[in-house]
């Protein structure tokens, strides 16, 4: 069905697709997200690459974890996991702080992803750095209240996302494009405004190939 749509589009001249999301682990998929761990998911992905590029359309895999944005009844693997255990109200949920063993596992998993779409044919991806999400609660000061080095400045802050593009780059290839979808302001009294958004877009700036800001 996704093939079709895509292709549709691509026969009308659309230069670039960004998929939607795309679950990279268990842990981080809620409802009807693409599962990377299904075989039958990544068998079909050279399907819908090539009826892009039929079109002489670029296709990009996003890549996403869902943290504690989720019913944990609907989780295919709980507990929800963040950065830090802070109540999550739109969900109702207070989600698991993540270990370091539960951070190296998680990045882990998006490089995986990123070489499945790389294997696949696709020309790069983003990674899902807004509205809530795993990388978006590291990213946001109100989200995020570690005290070792993924938590407290802008650097530190940003630094999961960091590992993961840059371990991305090491196992792919320098025209594979690397992008990352981040919020310019989250709402949150403690958390990303326009002058945090700056910095964190400085950050980013010779490590993400392009960003799109939400």
């Known amino acids: 069905q996704l093939s079709k749509i895509y292709e549709n589009l691509a026969k009308n001249h659309v230069g670039l697709l960004i998929t939607g999301n795309f679950g990279v682990c268990a842990s981080g998929i809620m409802g009807n997200l693409y599962d990377l761990e299904n075989d039958k998911i990544i068998n079909e992905l050279p399907k819908l690459v090539r009826v892009c590029f039929n079109h002489n359309t670029k296709i990009i895999m996003q890549l996403t974890h869902v943290g504690r944005q989720a019913f944990e009844k609907d989780l295919k693997q709980g507990p929800a996991l963040a950065p830090s255990a802070v109540f999550e109200s739109t969900f ?23 070489k499945i779409a790389f294997d696949s ?70 958390g990303i405004d326009e002058e945090e958004f700056k910095s964190i877009t400085k950050r980013f700036n010779g490590i993400f190939d392009f960003v799109e800001v939400s």
């Open 121 to 190: 044919g696709f020309n790069g991806i983003q990674l899902h750095g807004a509205h809530g999400y795993l990388i978006s609660q590291f990213l946001s000061p109100h989200m995020n209240k570690r005290k070792d080095e993924y938590g407290g400045n802008t650097e530190n802050r940003t630094r999961f996302a960091v590992e993961i593009a840059n371990q991305i780059r090491k196992e792919t290839s320098e025209d594979f494009l690397i992008g990352i979808k981040y919020n310019c302001h989250d709402y949150y009294t403690d």
């Open 92 to 114: 109702g949920i207070m989600p698991k702080a993540m270990t370091k063993k539960d951070i190296e596992y998680v990045k882990k998993m998006f490089v995986r992803g990123a």
